[in-house]
């Protein structure tokens, strides 16, 4: 069903052009090595006409673990996700654990 609701997700984020078109995450056929052909694309044009290229990286570690819902539910509505896949992605997001049992041990997350 997660697989369902991503792929229906991406699809109506691109007819809509509600992402960057910078942005490789969420975008069909786009990965991180897009991200650094394009880098080593501007170190290219920096180096060539003599400019300074300034680049910052931030790696958000544990994005999801920290990610504001209530904003996140709101945002959603504005790029008009509303009824049924609005709810499911609500419950989904909601009060989620992780089970492990590992060795006879039953971690809980």
Not at 59 to 80: H, I, M, N, T
Request: with cysteine.
């Amino acid at each position: 069903m997660e697989r369902l609701v991503v792929n229906r997700l991406n699809w109506y984020f691109e007819e809509y052009g509600i992402l960057a078109v910078e942005q490789a995450g969420f975008h069909n056929h786009r990965s991180t090595c897009d991200q650094v052909t394009q880098f080593s694309q501007f170190v290219k044009e920096a180096l060539d006409d003599r400019n300074i290229l300034t680049a910052i990286y931030i790696d958000f570690k544990g994005a999801y673990d920290s990610v504001w819902r209530e904003k996140l539910y709101q945002k959603l509505l504005s790029f008009g996700i509303t009824s049924n896949l609005f709810n499911w992605i609500k419950s989904f997001t909601s009060q989620r654990t992780c089970r492990v049992l590992w060795q006879f041990l039953l971690q809980i997350f």
